[in-house]
């Protein structure tokens, strides 16, 4: 078994080195590396075959062999020698030290093939077994070291067309010394190593082929993606721990006595146990893959992997989740953070909080549009880092953090979004899972990626706006066929009052009925009328707006729960339509009374800003969601009244206010109650 082991070994060495041989001597001689790799193909050729003729006839003898060692050595030696004049040829290997360990080689190498022939000629036994070992070992060391100088000393642009050479060439003096130093320390030679040797330099002959095609042609390079790097990784660390199990777990079952049985079963349950737990942890991962990319990889990211992780998450259609949570979570995970929020700018010109993920952001959430945190972005599109900034707040102007920003938790990155070069929007990250040094790198891909996410969601908002037309378009035929059906029904009703003043059997009846039918005609008449007239431009004059809230009480005195005023405001004069003005207003007030018990509370507060009034009107019913508030309130056919209720109301409510220079802002908890906070230029 042994023989026959052996035989195939060293017969598939020597047959790959002829391949290897026959593909350099016809087609790839160019250079004199080339040149030395065919000089040792060709001797590992005859090495393997030797040893290949003295498995199976027992010939040649030892000395033949060992000679034949010695030459082994000396062409791969030459070969590296070829590749470390190359590197002193551009600069990076002093002489002194080639010529050094050329002379040192040299020596080594004509001495040992010296005394060996003098012992196979003369007899002269020069050499004990275990100096030729030590010579041996002493060749590999040499290998190795110039291996070691020729990558240390090679330019990195350099390093492409020689790496696989090295690699290869290292792979077989390690063998060798590993399996001379096992046989120093045993006295003999190890039958598995020497037995595998052939197969193992074999294996080597694809990597030689390699780079002598890529010396030649178009390079083949070989790539592992960051996530198989991090998969073997943790299949790696997996087997390795489980290893480490399995000696415990034999030591705990040895020495544990009666008991050691069902200790090994529990330390195996338990570490099994711990060991799931740590690769379903999304820290673990996180901060395994920044060692991964810190350690292994020139570009910290697989920008492929990146680009096609976004795309999949944004080319899907559907709102589940919504397109801005798809945005954050794409961003966060940028930094290998789960967490952030993203704001919009709004008609008005303001920025609303427009989704979060996994982040407690605070109840007052709009950015001005004037604020510092916006100039500073449309001025400079800078990423940034509040941690450099709570340490040098110079190095970003002294910019003050808007509170909606400042007092949400644990954000650490502040990103403006850019659509073409407006700032459309600001997203925040939360920390990461694992510690994270930032540089050019983090920062040009997190700019590249919000751009590109801010083109999706601007689309989705003219979208949005053109369906919401759509809906309105739709609203205004459906009115015109109401206007008719409306017409139908007042004729009728109006013939019968006209023919009714002829029948009068009975005058109490009549009298009852000819009421009763005016009273719809007319009510009929005017929901007609408020259907069909179109929305027309009115004109703003200055309008008290103390007096206005106080005919608003008086109008909603008789509901339940009776609205109150709290505190007592200065004089207040606005520009507005009073009649638009009092039906938003009174919508926000009516509004406040359906959601309020009758044992509730509604209360309105006026007060003056330096430049705005701002009126609140607070109840305390049943409240609103925060999905809802952030993403149904304000648009049109979003109701809470269920088929009570249009939905238009708020809608049409805020669009006014805007038209004023203004802005409506709503706070609400479920259960607790709602605030709408009602902001108006002072005229």
Not at 110 to 128: D, K, P
Not at 341 to 351: E, F, K, N, P, V
Not at 386 to 398: H, M, N, S
Not at 589 to 618: C, M, R, Y
Request: hydrophobic content about 45%.
């Amino acid at each position: 078994m042994l023989s026959d082991l052996s035989v195939i070994s060293y017969g598939a060495a020597a047959a790959v080195y002829a391949i290897l041989a026959v593909l350099l001597g016809t087609h790839h001689i160019r250079r004199n590396v080339d040149r030395a790799l065919l000089l040792a193909s060709l001797i590992t050729l005859v090495w393997a075959s030797t040893l290949v003729t003295q498995s199976v006839w027992g010939t040649p003898g030892f000395f033949v062999r060992y000679l034949l060692e010695l030459l082994r050595y000396t062409a791969w030696i030459f070969l590296l020698f070829a590749m470390l004049r190359n590197t002193l040829r551009q600069g990076h290997l002093s002489g002194q030290i080639k010529k050094f360990m050329g002379v040192g080689a040299v020596g080594l190498l004509v001495t040992l093939i010296t005394l060996g022939s003098l012992e196979f000629v003369f007899g002269m036994a020069l050499l004990g077994g275990k100096t030729k070992v030590i010579g041996q070992l002493a060749l590999s060391l040499l290998g190795l070291s110039l291996v070691e100088q020729i990558w240390r000393n090679a330019p990195a642009f350099g390093r492409a067309s020689m790496k696989y050479l090295c690699i290869g060439i290292a792979t077989v003096f390690v063998f060798d010394f590993l399996m001379y130093a096992d046989a120093l320390l045993f006295g003999e030679i190890s039958n598995a190593f020497w037995n595998a040797r052939g197969l193992v330099n074999a294996a080597l002959v694809p990597l030689f082929a390699v780079n002598v095609i890529n010396a030649r042609r178009q390079p083949v390079s070989f790539h592992l993606s960051r996530s198989a790097a991090f998969h073997a990784g943790t299949f790696i660390l997996a087997g390795i721990y489980l290893v480490i199990l399995s000696i415990t777990g034999y030591y705990v079952r040895t020495l544990g006595g009666e008991w050691g049985q069902s200790l090994q079963v529990i330390l195996s349950a338990v570490a099994l146990v711990f060991l799931t737990t740590l690769i379903a942890s999304r820290r673990v991962r996180a901060r395994l893959m920044v060692r991964i990319s810190q350690n292994f990889f020139d570009y910290k990211y697989d920008y492929r992997d990146e680009w096609l992780k976004m795309t999949k998450e944004l080319s899907d259609l559907s709102q589940d989740p919504p397109l801005a949570q798809r945005v954050i979570r794409i961003l966060a995970n940028l930094v290998e953070s789960n967490a952030g929020a993203i704001w919009l700018r709004s008609d008005t010109g303001t920025y609303t909080l427009k989704d979060t993920s996994n982040l407690a952001v605070p109840k007052y959430t709009v950015i001005d549009e004037d604020a510092e945190l916006v100039t500073f972005f449309k001025s400079k599109e800078w990423i940034i880092n509040l941690d450099e900034y709570q340490a040098d707040p110079l190095a970003y102007d002294l910019l003050e953090i808007p509170e909606a920003i400042a007092k949400t938790p644990d954000t650490w990155l502040i990103i403006p979004l850019f659509l073409d070069n407006e700032l459309y929007g600001i997203a925040i990250t939360g920390r990461p899972l694992a510690r994270i040094e930032l540089n050019w790198e983090n920062f040009d891909l997190i700019k590249v990626v919000a751009r590109q996410t801010c083109n999706l969601l601007a689309q989705a908002d003219a979208q949005n706006r053109l369906s919401r037309a759509m809906q309105f378009e739709a609203v205004s035929k459906a009115s015109a066929f109401m206007a008719h059906d409306l017409k139908t029904v007042i004729a009728q009703l109006s013939l019968l009052v006209n023919n009714a003043q002829t029948h009068k059997h009975n005058p109490a009846f009549v009298d009852d009925m000819i009421n009763t039918t005016e009273h719809a005609v007319r009510k009929m008449t005017n929901l007609l009328e408020h259907i069909r007239k179109p929305p027309k431009e009115t004109g703003t004059t200055p309008l008290n707006l103390n007096n206005l809230v106080a005919n608003l009480l008086e109008q909603y005195e008789n509901q339940r729960p009776v609205p109150h005023q709290e505190g007592e405001a200065p004089p207040i004069t606005v520009n507005a339509d009073e009649e638009q003005l009092k039906s938003v207003l009174g919508h926000l007030i009516q509004n406040a009374l359906d959601a309020t018990p009758p044992d509730g509370e509604v209360s309105l507060s006026l007060k003056k800003a330096k430049d705005h009034a701002v009126l609140f009107i607070q109840d305390s019913g049943s409240g609103m969601t925060d999905d809802f508030l952030n993403n149904r309130l304000f648009k049109p056919f979003e109701s809470t009244k269920g088929l009570t209720g249009m939905g238009i109301g708020a809608y049409q409510a805020r669009e006014y206010i805007q038209q004023l220079g203004g802005t409506i802002d709503a706070t609400s908890e479920p259960g607790t109650g709602s605030c709408f906070s009602i902001r108006i230029p002072v005229a």
